[in-house]
């Protein structure tokens, strides 16, 4: 089969890559229907995350099953299935309690890697959700943005204890900001505040359910969120970027006995612990266990309650992927949807 690998920095190239194959009783293979490009794609892309060895890449994926080990029951071949990052058991204590993204026996969703014609997805009965049937086209998008970006977005939201009556503020405007955004209207959120200056994002952001937008961004943007909430702060933030700045506006635009939902993988932050404890803000969030939200996502996406493939405003051949990468890394597209 043909997939993506990360050779370095802005080294992605499309080759020529083994077949996956059943390697444990409990794996499916898939024949992949869409692929994307994660915004965590650009840590080692951008040389953030150092690049060891060339890496297979892609952890978003939608598709039909082809094949399935000896000891899968639930998942058959011929259904087509969303799974999230992070493959899980679905039945350890740990799973069980809803974080099935620390599994015990947790592993990578797609170690083949999901930017490919075909993936390996081990425990396939605990991670993958099959659809009610053969999705028609305009489904896909929606349903690839569930296996990340909507269920990380909506992790972000209930982390961030989103409900009725609250005042949210969304840290970030990529997909998975975005995408809290919509989580949030979903959630009852009274008033949801998106911080974005691209116009185009803004207008998705709108188109979400955000009621306002503050461009400001940094202590700038944390006094905005303040001065439009009576001097108090958001009830709830969700931050979706994962720097020490966007942390640090998240924590401080929240008031106390507020929730910051953290989302975006954390790059050398440092939170001031003084600052912390006098802030009484609950601070709480990680790689969002997609496993836990996917059978509710995939309801509200088939009945087309939500549309978050909306997202995804770039299209292109798998054998593009490199564009992919360049587009986004260049703040050109939101997310780049890849077709095998
Ligand atoms: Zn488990």
Redesign the pocket.
């Given at each position: 089969m043909q997939g993506t690998m990360l050779y370095g920095p802005r080294d992605v190239r499309f080759e020529e890559r083994p077949d996956p194959e059943i390697i444990e009783p409990t794996d499916a293979i898939l024949k992949l229907s869409a692929a994307c490009v994660c915004g965590s794609d650009l840590w080692p892309y951008c040389g953030v995350d150092p690049v060891k060895q060339p890496i297979p890449m892609g952890h978003e994926y939608v598709g039909i099953v082809e094949e399935v080990g000896g000891a899968v029951r639930n998942i058959k071949p011929g259904q087509f299935v969303v799974g999230s990052f992070f493959a899980?058991?679905?039945?350890?204590?740990?799973?069980?309690s809803g974080y099935?993204s620390?599994?015990?026996?947790?592993q990578p969703g797609a170690p083949t890697g999901a930017q490919a014609q075909y993936a390996r997805i081990p425990l396939a009965d605990?991670t993958l959700v099959a659809t009610p049937g053969l999705p028609p086209a305009d489904l896909i998008p929606s349903l690839l943005s569930a296996s990340d970006v909507l269920g990380t977005g909506w992790f972000g939201a209930v982390a961030a204890a989103v409900g009725p009556g609250k005042t949210v503020a969304v840290v970030g405007d990529g997909a998975v900001g975005l995408l809290a955004v919509l989580a949030a209207r979903e959630l009852g959120a009274e008033r949801i505040i998106a911080m974005s200056r691209h116009e185009d994002r803004q207008k998705l952001a709108l188109e979400f359910g955000a009621t306002d937008i503050v461009t400001e961004r940094g202590d700038e943007g944390a006094a905005k969120i303040k001065e439009l909430t009576d001097g108090l702060g958001a009830h709830s933030v969700i931050e979706a970027v994962g720097t020490h700045e966007a942390m640090m506006q998240s924590i401080r635009s929240t008031r106390p006995g507020g929730h910051v939902g953290f989302v975006g993988v954390l790059h050398d932050v440092e939170i001031p612990g003084e600052e912390f404890f006098f802030s009484h803000v609950h601070l709480y969030g990680g790689p969002a266990p997609v496993r836990r939200f996917l059978p509710e996502l995939v309801n509200l996406i088939w009945s087309r309650k939500i549309n978050p493939g909306k997202v995804f405003d770039l299209t292109l051949p798998l054998e593009q992927v490199a564009e992919g990468y360049r587009a986004m890394d260049e703040r050109r597209a939101i997310k780049a949807l890849l077709r095998p």
């Open positions: 899980s058991d679905n039945t350890c204590e740990i799973c069980r099935q620390s599994c015990i026996h947790r605990g």
